[in-house]
């Protein structure tokens, strides 16, 4: 089973610090995807990564960066966290054939007070 | 950009009915997917479906991809309170990125009354 995990489940954070949410996959896939989840909006694409060191903006990058160093590994920086940033955070990784699915993880809920 | 429209946005009903819901386009889709996600978790593959005409089941799930491509449903049999979730539908947009990315449906939230 693909398996992708999202270090965090909750986290609650200051408007102005800086805060990072690491994302990992097993599966040795090469294509990784940030969202965020807001209630009436769906699913929005922050960043997206089609491999090492790549990394693509998606619908609404303002405010967000990405890093991908290795390849089972996607990281969303909020550089200067604000409270419209508070969202469900969801990482999606798909191996770079065709099927075209997305594996998410389980998410993280980030409050900006 | 391409829209996926769900309908209905939610629903109501008694454990042991079943369930439709659809997802429509403006434009072809050459795959459709179908979702759930449980509540304070993430999306879970339910069916993917990759040929207009297709039809797939999962259990007492069933999906059909659209002769049209531009739309697609899922029927949900004698639903069981497990059943309680987001169903999102989504698809690859055909411009931009290609198929890097996926388009999704804003869902249709689902509640079953025991």
């Known amino acids: 089973d693909v398996k992708v995990t999202q270090s965090s489940r909750y986290l609650v954070k200051r408007t102005g610090e800086k805060v990072f949410l690491e994302c990992v996959q097993d599966?040795?896939?090469?294509?990784m995807f940030w969202y965020r989840q807001d209630p009436g909006l769906g699913l929005r694409l922050i960043y997206f990564s089609y491999d090492v060191k790549m990394k693509e903006k998606g619908d609404i990058p303002e405010g967000y960066s990405v890093s991908r160093e290795k390849k089972e590994r996607f990281s969303l920086i909020l550089e200067s966290a604000s409270t419209n940033q508070t969202s469900m955070y969801l990482c999606?990784?798909?191996?770079?054939?065709?099927?075209?699915?997305?594996?998410f993880g389980a998410g993280t809920r980030l409050s900006v007070l | 950009g391409q829209q996926l429209n769900q309908s209905p946005q939610s629903m109501f009903i008694q454990e042991g009915e079943d369930v439709s819901m659809n997802c429509t386009s403006s434009?072809?889709?050459?795959?459709w997917l179908w979702y759930k996600q449980d509540p304070g978790e993430g999306p879970v593959l339910l069916i993917a479906?990759?040929?207009?005409?297709e039809l797939t089941s999962n259990g007492r799930l069933t999906a059909q991809f659209g002769i049209t491509r531009k739309d697609s449903f899922l029927n949900i049999s004698a639903s069981i309170p497990s059943d309680v979730g987001i169903y999102f539908c989504?698809?690859?947009?055909?411009?931009?990125?290609?198929?890097?990315?996926?388009?999704f449906g804003k869902g249709t939230k689902l509640s079953v009354i025991p």
């Open positions: 989504a698809g690859p947009p055909r411009d931009g990125a290609g198929s890097y990315q996926l388009t």
């Open positions: 599966m040795d896939h090469e294509n």
């Open positions: 479906l990759y040929k207009a005409g």
């Open positions: 999606a990784s798909r191996t770079g054939q065709a099927k075209n699915i997305q594996y």
């Open positions: 434009s072809i889709f050459n795959t």
